[in-house]
């Protein structure tokens, strides 16, 4: 089973996407540090994250080891992941490192922005979750205060909302739900509420398909 989970920046998705994977015994890959890590790469080389060609030759050489780096989370890092997320070599460069992972049995959860509609389209399911930017943005403030980091969650918002315009403007897989895909709104959800729906979704999909192979 594949379940591909899309959505913006703190949207809750990750969150969503490690416990749907521990529920049904799956692999979980979070395909936005694959993004961090190029950029976390080009940044400790001094270089421009804008060069294209640069960023494609980091890709090429990302290590299993570099996505376990903690300077992966830090908001600098997550900036520079969705400037190098809109070059096309560096999509092609991780397409087949994510496909491959998702074949792999017993099946995985995948979240990102572009993995129902680009990396797993044959999902059993798929689901899009969203938030409002400013409830984004609080929880992006909130979790860099827990991790000692400074805040401004003004400047936290504006981020969000420039990320959001790149990330769904952008040539090359941009950000939207798949037209299968169930549309699952955190704003006002709390972890375990939004993960209980989510279940409702998947297990609502499993029903349909069982239903279906057996007619």
């Known amino acids: ?12 998705k990750g969150t969503l996407a490690r416990r ?33 060609e640069a960023a494609a030759r980091a890709a090429r050489d990302i290590d299993p080891a570099d996505l376990e780096d903690p300077a992966l989370r830090s908001r600098r890092t997550g900036e520079g992941a969705s400037i190098v997320s809109a070059v096309p070599a560096v999509r092609a460069a991780l397409l087949d490192f994510q496909r491959r992972f998702a074949a792999e049995p017993p099946g995985a959860v ?3 922005r572009d993995i129902g509609t680009v990396i797993c389209p044959d999902a059993e399911v798929k689901l899009f979750v969203i938030a409002s930017a400013e409830e984004r943005a609080r929880r ?5 205060t ?28 941009p950000l ?7 549309l699952v ?3 006002t959800l709390d972890a375990e509420t939004a993960f209980l729906a989510a279940v409702a979704v998947i297990e609502a999909r499993l029903t349909a398909g069982r ?4 007619g």
């Not at 890959?29 to 994250?49: F, K, N, P, T």
């Open 176 to 182: 939207k739900p798949a037209d299968d895909a169930v």
């Open 110 to 112: 995948i979240d990102g």
């Open 20 to 52: 749907i994977a521990a529920h049904y015994g799956l692999r979980h890959l979070d395909s936005g540090v694959l993004y961090r890590a190029v950029a976390l790469r080009m940044i400790a080389q001094g270089q421009d994250l804008a060069d294209a």
């Open 211 to 214: 239903t279906a192979a057996s």
């Open 140 to 144: 992006r403030a909130l979790e860099l």
């Open 1 to 12: 089973m594949i379940v591909a989970i899309d959505g913006p920046a703190a949207s809750g």
């Open 185 to 187: 709104d955190t704003t």
């Open 146 to 173: 827990n991790r000692g980091e400074p805040v401004d969650e003004a400047a936290i918002l504006a981020d969000i909302k420039a990320r959001d315009d790149r990330d769904m403007n952008r040539l090359t897989a």
